[in-house]
């Protein structure tokens, strides 16, 4: 395998999307991807259930997430979850600015 590097804080591009993903490192084990989010948040009565465990720190900006049994973290710059896999939970808020940066990492990591 080639090396691969980027920078984290490069900015992208939004288009009519208020959550932008870019993928980073894909294996058959994990997946790491930056997410790019303004406002961004999960219409009420939408959770993700997601198959795999995910880890994700927040870079810049704050955010709320919710978890089904009413639970509500709120994240700021640096704070970082593990939410695994099948938790079913939302994004209840994101910032506008700063724009929100997750650094997302995602597969079988318990």
Known sequence: MESISGNIFEEVLHTDETEVFTSLFKSDFIKIEKINGIRSYSEPGNWYDQQEDEWVVLLRGNAEIEFANKKIITLNAGDYI?????????????????????????????
Do not use: D, M, N, V
């Open 82 to 110: 593990f939410i695994p896999a099948h938790k079913l939970h939302r994004i209840r808020q994101t910032s506008e600015s700063p724009e929100c940066l997750w650094l997302a990492i995602h597969g079988k990591l318990k």
